[in-house]
């Protein structure tokens, strides 16, 4: 519960970042936004978004060691370790999404002004960029693979030793609880990384920016509105 209030926390903040603008826009149909402004959502948006792919990680790290090691977890996952890393899951993708987006808004924006998007995401904002974007879409690429690959890839391995660990357990009993306790983490992993992996690591195409919009709505708005959901039942 250490971890899932810090996550509750997270997603209400994630949330807030683009649903009350949309939602402002829909209802006034005044859909513009400042340059700095603009800066700031797609700041947030990338801040939070890769807050949750180390957090989801953590999470996973929790389940391999309450389940593969359970006499050792009080003591390894104690309140302090427990802390380091929900802070170092806050605080490890900042430095790297502060910097790239600084350096998408310090290319220059001479043609049109119209983002075809929901909320300032870096994809839609690259389009409408004068000049080369070899280097930021490089940059998105390399980004993308430190806090989406490497937290899901992190997650597969824990839940690899997770999987082997429960298979060896002697009774039905024991194996259908051991995995009814990660069932809400994988489907959340899966809804969150699934989308996002699809956005920012496929090749992009002409005919991209609707998926993008869809996959976006669902990484951002979608997973968020069913993670209470999914968690509560379970509970």
Same mark, same amino acid.
Request: net charge positive.
């Given at each position: 519960?250490? $971890?899932?209030?810090? $996550?509750?926390?997270?997603? %209400?903040?994630?949330?807030? &970042?683009?649903?009350?603008?949309?939602?402002?826009?829909?209802?006034?149909?005044?859909?513009?936004?400042?340059?700095? =402004?603009?800066?700031?959502?797609?700041?947030? @948006?990338?801040?939070?978004? =890769?807050?949750?792919?180390?957090?989801?990680?953590?999470?996973?790290?929790?389940?391999?060691?309450?389940?593969?090691?359970?006499?050792?977890?009080?003591? &390894?996952?104690?309140?302090?370790?427990?802390?380091?890393?929900?802070?170092?899951?806050? %605080?490890?993708?900042?430095?790297?999404?502060?910097?790239?987006?600084?350096?998408?808004?310090?290319?220059?924006?001479?043609?049109?002004?119209?983002?075809?998007? $929901?909320?300032?995401?870096?994809?839609? %904002?690259?389009?409408?960029?004068?000049?080369?974007?070899?280097?930021?879409?490089?940059?998105?690429?390399?980004?993308? /693979?430190?806090? &989406?690959?490497?937290?899901?890839?992190?997650?597969?391995?824990?839940?690899?030793?997770?999987?082997?660990?429960?298979?060896?357990?002697?009774?039905?009993?024991?194996? =259908?609880?051991?995995?009814?306790?990660?069932?809400?983490?994988?489907?959340? &992993?899966?809804?969150?990384?699934?989308? =996002?992996?699809?956005?920012?690591?496929?090749?992009?195409?002409?005919?991209?920016?609707?998926?993008?919009? @869809?996959?976006?709505?669902?990484?951002?708005? /979608?997973?968020?509105?069913?993670?209470?959901?999914?968690?509560?039942?379970?509970?």
């Amino acid at each position: 519960y250490f $971890f899932l209030g810090h $996550f509750s926390f997270l997603e %209400i903040c994630y949330v807030s &970042v683009t649903l009350p603008r949309m939602l402002m826009n829909l209802w006034t149909q005044r859909r513009t936004i400042s340059l700095v =402004a603009c800066a700031v959502q797609m700041c947030f @948006v990338l801040m939070l978004g =890769a807050t949750e792919c180390f957090f989801l990680a953590v999470m996973a790290y929790d389940r391999y060691m309450a389940i593969c090691h359970p006499l050792h977890y009080p003591v &390894v996952m104690n309140y302090k370790v427990c802390a380091q890393l929900v802070a170092g899951s806050w %605080i490890s993708g900042i430095p790297i999404q502060i910097g790239q987006t600084v350096q998408i808004f310090s290319l220059s924006f001479c043609g049109s002004h119209l983002i075809n998007h $929901f909320f300032c995401d870096i994809p839609p %904002i690259l389009k409408l960029a004068c000049g080369n974007t070899a280097v930021s879409e490089a940059m998105l690429y390399i980004a993308a /693979v430190l806090i &989406v690959a490497v937290p899901f890839l992190l997650i597969l391995v824990s839940y690899g030793r997770i999987i082997s660990t429960i298979l060896k357990l002697p009774s039905a009993t024991s194996r =259908a609880k051991a995995f009814s306790t990660c069932s809400s983490h994988l489907i959340v &992993v899966t809804l969150f990384f699934g989308s =996002a992996t699809i956005t920012y690591l496929r090749p992009k195409t002409r005919d991209s920016a609707g998926a993008d919009k @869809v996959l976006s709505l669902f990484y951002t708005i /979608v997973t968020p509105l069913f993670n209470p959901i999914i968690y509560s039942f379970r509970n």
